[in-house]
């Protein structure tokens, strides 16, 4: 079965059903069910973000941070320079899948890049998917 990483960036205080809709959006994308992710990974900075927390508790998903100056060596197709200068690094999800996939993962691996949702919460989440080498 192949399996997938999950890249997930967000809004400061979005809420749970936002991200999730952000999810199973970019998962109907990638053709991919919730049980073929492996893992999902953000940002340090979203350690204590309560939706991203709740969701991998919710799909029974690892949850894994990386620190900015790891994701920002990260070559990923759609680099933002406004992302970097909240962040320190030009990309959260599409860096965040491709590490959690695998040190070496090429770019050629996100089956979804960058899926960007705006709740109705009117906050955003973005979210992007590799897939896995066995």
């Known amino acids: 079965?192949?399996?997938?990483?999950?890249?997930?960036g967000c809004d400061r205080g979005v809420a749970l059903e936002t991200v999730h809709e952000a999810v199973q959006a970019a998962l109907?994308?990638?053709?991919?069910?919730?049980?073929?992710?492996?893992?999902?990974?953000?940002?340090?900075?979203?350690?204590?973000?309560?939706?991203?927390?709740?969701?991998?508790?919710?799909?029974?998903?690892?949850?894994?941070?990386?620190?900015?100056?790891?994701?920002?060596?990260?070559?990923?197709?759609?680099?933002?320079?406004?992302v970097r200068?909240?962040?320190g690094t030009p990309s959260v999800s599409e860096a965040a899948a491709l590490l959690a996939a695998g040190p070496d993962t090429p770019m050629a691996a996100l089956v979804v890049e960058k899926h960007k949702h705006r709740g109705a919460d009117g906050?955003?989440?973005?979210?992007?998917?590799?897939?896995?080498d066995p």
Do not use: H
């Not at 992710?37 to 998903?61: F, H, N, P, Y």
């Not at 906050?123 to 896995?132: D, E, L, M, P, Q």
């Open 1 to 8: 079965m192949t399996t997938f990483t999950v890249g997930l």
């Open 28 to 82: 109907m994308l990638a053709g991919a069910r919730p049980e073929q992710v492996a893992m999902a990974a953000s940002i340090t900075i979203k350690q204590d973000e309560a939706a991203l927390l709740a969701l991998a508790q919710r799909l029974g998903w690892t949850l894994v941070f990386y620190p900015p100056e790891k994701l920002a060596q990260v070559a990923v197709p759609n680099p933002s320079e406004t």
């Open 85 to 87: 200068k909240y962040t």
């Open 123 to 132: 906050r955003n989440a973005t979210v992007s998917i590799a897939r896995k």
